[in-house]
């Protein structure tokens, strides 16, 4: 039977223009005014300018603190969920439904909620003075409490985008043949032993898909920061924002993507390197 041999290509036509169209012509479109001046002259200076910033050690310091706080957190608890849930032998679709409700609810209406949850006279302060834990409304979201803001936000976003990792998880663990874990507990080998030398082996794949994917959205969070803090914490997302929307400076603000662009690419390059997955471990 003779093929045509560009149906490849031309199935595959859609998917490319779609990519160059939202992907390749703004990315384009951002280096080109990070580096270019209105005139057309080649430039660092909007870089310096970025560099020069007064929030922008702060911001990336944040931003870094954060995503080594999160994604760990979110990885093992994702993790632990999905593992439980293989254990449930009624209702595992109920659970699940209910653990990936945040996924169906955007950044900013989940920052919303937990302004609600966590302001002087929210639902926190409420409950606890209820309960007799506090005599009076304490401020949980304020810059006198940095230490408190961090955890509110940090509690916010686990809350919001764990589900993510979870849905990527359940469906490694539910590829691992139980025949393994069968196996593996006929000749002896308790729980923890068939986890850490069959199960977590095994889902490597999911792994590293989940942790780059969590990885890249979590330099990229901004609404639950602005939505709980607003300027008090910056992060490389909100500083990129302010000089957009503020400053009306589209160059620096292009600077502060091409670096969070830079630093996502930067961990998903040691993602696949330290999570290197074998091809006798996908066979």
């Known amino acids: ?3 045509n041999p560009r149906l490849p290509y031309l199935l595959i036509a859609p998917s490319a223009a779609f990519l160059a169209l939202l992907f390749l012509w703004p990315l384009v479109e951002t280096v080109l005014m990070a580096f ?3 005139e057309g002259v080649a430039t660092t200076e909007y870089l310096r300018k970025m560099a020069g910033d007064l929030n922008f050690g702060v911001a990336m310091r944040n931003t870094l603190i954060l995503v080594a706080i999160v994604v760990p957190l979110q990885v093992g608890i994702a993790l632990a969920m999905a593992v439980m849930l293989q254990k449930v032998e009624r209702g595992r679709m109920t659970h699940l439904y209910i ?4 996924l169906g609810i955007s950044d900013l209406a989940a920052g919303i909620v937990w302004l609600a949850i966590l302001t002087d006279r929210g639902y926190l302060n409420s409950l606890l003075q209820a309960v007799g834990l506090l005599d009076g409304p304490t401020t949980w979201l304020s810059i006198q409490a940095p230490v408190a803001l961090f955890a509110c936000v940090i509690v916010a976003e686990i809350w919001r985008a764990t589900a993510i990792v979870l849905v990527i998880l359940v469906a490694g663990v539910q590829l691992i043949p139980k025949e393994y874990d069968e196996a593996a507990e006929v000749f002896g080998a308790g ?5 850490f030398q069959i199960t977590l082996p095994l889902l490597k794949p999911s792994l590293q898909s989940a942790l780059i994917l969590r990885t890249v959205l979590a ?5 639950v920061v602005y939505a709980l803090a607003g300027r008090d914490l910056p992060v490389l997302v909100g500083e990129a924002y302010n000089w957009q929307a503020q400053y009306q400076n589209t160059h620096v603000a292009s600077a502060y993507a091409l670096l969070i662009l830079a630093v996502s690419i930067a961990s998903t390059l040691i993602y696949l390197r330290v999570l290197r997955v074998r091809k006798e471990t996908l066979a």
């Open 1 to 3: 039977m003779n093929s």
């Open 36 to 38: 270019i001046t209105p």
């Open 99 to 102: 653990w990936t409700i945040p």
């Open 191 to 195: 729980p923890w032993k068939r986890f």
């Open 219 to 223: 330099f990229e969070v901004f609404a």
